[in-house]
């Protein structure tokens, strides 16, 4: 893991308010969050503690209430979303719970959509490579299981060798051992390819394989700890 003299996502005083008066919602209250090149970092918390919240600001699909959110030296608040698209395009992929795959494209055509719109894209083929499926390039996602459609995901989310890498509950409707391998693929771009690596969980034995372990409550980080020895996806029991 590189440690840079800066951050790559910095937040200082992050806050997302949802409604007014008597009804408002703290989604995030005067969050701040350093976050290191390279990091593999799992984000745990209860429901509505402001994960996703957190996430999007960090990958540009949300815009805060207050605060700022930067990545390395883009001012990420304030951007226009013509700038937020083209940050989201160059620098992040996204992984989340559900695939949203083109069921009319292959799995290799699932991947070349976003290679071909990308600037230093790898091969799709060298993509799915990454996760494992080298032998399902010319199938279509209805005849993949659930986890074998959420590693295309992952190998659509990394050949563009996305700087960050950001996966809202990619776990969350997989069972264990289907899980784990969608853990593997994370860990090995995030290995290989140095992408900054950032997944929201419910399932705090993940945090095993981090890292670092942020906690979430109630919109603020409540626990910062950092793994000294990592465990393997496949070491992890749930
Ligand atoms: N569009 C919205 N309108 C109103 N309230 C919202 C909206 N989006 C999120 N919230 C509220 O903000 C809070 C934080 O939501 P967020 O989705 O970030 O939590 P989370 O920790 O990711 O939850 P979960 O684990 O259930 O996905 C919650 O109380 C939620 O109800």
């Known amino acids: ?12 005083g992050l806050c997302k308010t949802y409604g007014s008066g008597e009804a408002i919602v703290y989604a995030l209250r005067d969050l701040d969050l350093d976050i290191w090149n390279g990091e593999f970092v799992v984000l745990l918390g209860p429901s509505g503690s402001g994960k996703s919240t957190l996430l999007n600001i960090l990958g540009g699909l949300d815009a805060p209430t207050s605060g700022h959110a930067s990545w390395r030296d883009h001012e990420l608040t304030g951007a226009s979303e013509a700038e937020l698209t083209r940050y989201r395009r160059e620098h992040v992929g996204f992984v989340f719970q559900f695939y949203n795959l083109i069921p009319s494209l292959t799995v290799e055509e699932n991947v070349e959509l976003v290679a071909s719109i990308a600037e230093n894209p ?30 295309v995901a992952v190998a659509r989310a990394i050949v563009k060798r996305p700087d960050a890498l950001l996966c809202d509950e990619p776990t969350g409707a997989l069972d264990v051992e289907t899980g784990k391998l969608v853990l593997a693929a994370l ?22 394989m981090a890292n670092r372990v942020l906690r979430l409550g ?12 990592l465990m393997r996806p496949e070491e992890l029991s749930w």
């Open 218 to 229: 109630h919109g603020r980080i409540v626990a910062d700890e950092r793994n000294t020895t």
């Open 187 to 208: 860990a090995r771009a995030n290995a290989e390819l140095g992408a900054t690596t950032i997944v929201i969980t419910h399932n705090s034995a993940i945090a095993g």
């Open 122 to 151: 790898m091969k799709p083929v060298e993509a799915l490579a990454l996760v494992g499926l080298s032998h399902r390039l010319r199938h279509f996602p209805s005849q993949l299981s659930g986890g074998e459609q959420q590693r």
């Open 1 to 12: 893991m590189g440690q840079d003299a800066s951050p790559v996502f910095s937040a200082r």
